[in-house]
T-cell receptor
Framework: NAGVTQTPKFRVLKTGQSMTLLCAQD?????MYWYRQDPGMGLRLIHY???????AKGEVPDGYNVSRLKKQNFLLGLESAAPSQTSVYFC??????????????FGDGTRLSIL | AQKVTQAQTEISVVEKEDVTLDCVYE???????LFWYKQPPSGELVFLIR??????QNEISGRYSWNFQKSTSSFNFTITASQVVDSAVYFC?????????????FGKGTKLTVNP
């Protein structure tokens, strides 16, 4: 039971570098999400997707881009990493929120440090 | 606006004590959903419970129980006879279906430490 898998688990970048975080889910969920978790801030939504080929901005989208080319994958990109993007990133997926009692299933997180 | 407040930043108890984690929410929606997640030291987020706004019945699952009170906009979580393995950060979250952003609104979390 893989569930939601995030790659990589850890990464250190230099300011200005780019990278892509990969999220894959095998539960056939329509909805996918990217959150960031910072100390004392809880989780904040960066971007989300309600289906293949669609994306939307969340609460803190600046500095990030996303793509959902396949239903099972949701990619989070940092084009030019900044120290303020040092965080733990969580991907989640769920069934359509019309069935809103369905919980979001989370990956194990990616710890990203920007030097 | 939707908001979740977990006023307790950190709680420390001794094993076998009962502990209650508070969650107060704000929403203008009449239909909404509430969740609790656990984040152990290993870092993953584990779903514990969901509750919709029309179901005020309290729930018990083993040593865990949840008290939902719409009148006070609270959804508190009690662990009975706490154990060291309960040490984690616990998040309360609100899902407002008509919020438009499809997002869970998380509280900032309560870090629970259970000492042997």
């Amino acid at each position: 039971n893989a569930g939601v898998t995030q790659t990589p688990k850890f990464r250190v970048l230099k300011t200005g570098q780019s990278m892509t975080l990969l999220c894959a889910q095998d539960m056939n969920h329509e909805y996918m999400y990217w959150y960031r978790q910072d100390p004392g801030m809880g989780l904040r939504l960066i971007h989300y997707s309600v289906g293949e080929g669609t994306t939307a901005k969340g609460e803190v989208p600046d500095g990030y881009n996303v793509s959902r080319l396949k239903k099972q994958n949701f990619l989070l990109g940092l084009e030019s990493a900044a120290p303020s993007q040092t965080s733990v990133y969580f991907c989640a997926s769920s069934y359509p929120t019309a069935d809103s009692n369905q919980p979001q299933h989370f990956g194990d997180g990616t710890r990203l440090s920007i030097l | 606006a939707q908001k979740v407040t977990q006023a307790q930043t950190e709680i420390s108890v001794v094993e076998k004590e009962d502990v209650t984690l508070d969650c107060v929410y704000e929403t203008r929606d009449t239909t909404y959903y509430l969740f609790w997640y656990k984040q152990p030291p290993s870092g993953e987020l584990v779903f514990l419970i969901r509750r919709n706004s029309f179901d005020e019945q309290n729930e018990i699952s083993g040593r865990y129980s949840w008290n939902f009170q719409k009148s006070t906009s609270s959804f508190n979580f009690t662990i009975t006879a706490s154990q060291v393995v309960d040490s984690a950060v616990y998040f309360c979250a609100l899902f407002p279906p008509r919020g438009g952003s499809e997002k869970l609104v998380f509280g900032k979390g309560t870090k629970l430490t259970v000492n042997p």
